[in-house]
């Protein structure tokens, strides 16, 4: 420093020979940097203390990795049942009950409603079948041609859902279009949080898409 050395010229000296230190590992435990508290710990202290943060980081980051990755693997074992049985399905009826036993059983629905849209009769026992005449109070539902999730409307709910165990608090519709609109599938819950806008909808449209299948097939047998 007697000859002009300057802090930026260590600064460049250091940032040229990154290994320095490998050398002269002796200086690490005499160096100090400033610490957030306003006191000085050694490089050594300080690089740990990064490591550290760094790590356990990581670690949390891993963790939530694999807590999706179960939740994803509990998610299709779930879905791979409930097709398998609406393939099995012979009858509306039987699809109607594959329905309600995977919706309300595996995926914790409270209610579960299948309204089909026919001009002509359909050989179906509890299963509704409107006109489509008769559709316009959901028409907003059907017109997004995508799921729909949230607090819907108290006379839309009720038109959904005829006889709730239970006030249904919020609401996922999806529609069943193939080729026309063949229908919705409306699943409620009585908890109000537990359907919300904001949330995706990839599995409720995997599953009007594999239902509208379905559905179309069956009409065009009865038909």
Known sequence: MSQGVTEQQVADFLAANPDFFSQQSWL???LTVPHQAGGAVSLVERQTSVLRAKAQTLQTHLSDMIDAARHNDGQFEKTKRMVLSLLEADNFDEVSIALEESLCGDFSGDEVELILFSDTALEVNDLRVLPRSQTSMVQPLVDTTLPSCGQFSDAMTRFLFRNPQEPVRSCAAVPLVKGETLGLLAIGSYDPLYF??????????????????????LMQIRG
Do not use: N
């Not at 599953?207 to 509208?212: F, K, N, T």
């Open 28 to 30: 690490l435990e005499k």
């Open 196 to 217: 919300q806008s904001s949330q995706g909808t990839v599995f409720l449209s995997y599953i009007g898409e594999v239902l509208s299948r379905i559905l179309a097939r």
